[in-house]
C-alpha cells in the first residue's frame, strides 16, 4: 500500500549538520502522519520526531531544538534536519508512515504501519 524509501546517512563529525530523505510512493492519501525513529547497537527503536498531515510536530526531548521534521508534498518526500549533531545521535534511523486510523500517539512504534529499510548516521570524531 505504501512504500518508503529513506537515504541520506553517513559519517558526520560531530556538532555537524545531515539531512535524511524519505520518498512515499503507493496510496499516500492513507497517511496520517510520518515518523523518524532511530535504534542503535542493543537497544530498542526509539522515537525522534514525526508529523502529522496537519503539521503539528513531536520532537524527542533528545533532540528538540536541534532536529527538525518537514515534508516536500510536490516530492512526496519527508525530511529530517540534524543539526548540533552528537555521537549519541549514532544510530540507524527509519522512515515510518502511520495511515488513517484512530490512533494518536505518534511516539509509539505500535502506531505505524510501514517502514523504510532504515539508514545509518555515524557522529564520530
Known amino acids: 500500500h505504501v512504500q518508503l524509501v529513506d537515504s541520506g546517512g553517513g559519517l558526520v563529525r560531530p556538532g555537524g549538520s545531515l539531512t535524511l530523505s524519505c520518498v512515499v510512493s503507493?496510496?499516500?492519501?492513507?497517511?496520517?502522519?510520518m515518523g523518524w525513529f532511530r535504534q542503535a547497537p542493543g537497544s530498542q527503536r526509539e522515537f525522534v520526531a514525526a508529523?502529522?498531515?496537519?503539521?503539528?510536530?513531536q520532537y524527542s526531548n533528545s533532540v528538540k531544538g536541534r532536529f527538525t521534521i518537514y515534508v516536500d508534498n510536490a516530492k512526496s518526500t519527508v525530511y529530517l534536519q540534524m543539526n548540533s549533531l552528537k555521537p549519541e545521535d549514532t544510530a540507524v534511523y527509519y522512515c515510518?508512515?502511520?495511515?488513517?486510523?484512530?490512533?494518536?500517539?505518534?511516539?509509539?512504534?505500535?502506531?505505524?504501519?510501514?517502514w523504510g529499510q532504515g539508514t545509518q548516521v555515524t557522529v564520530s570524531s
Open positions: 503507493g496510496e499516500t492519501t492513507t497517511i496520517n502522519a
Open positions: 515510518a508512515a502511520k495511515i488513517l486510523g484512530d490512533g494518536s500517539d505518534y511516539r509509539s512504534v505500535y502506531e505505524y504501519d510501514y
Open positions: 508529523i502529522t498531515r496537519g503539521g503539528n510536530t
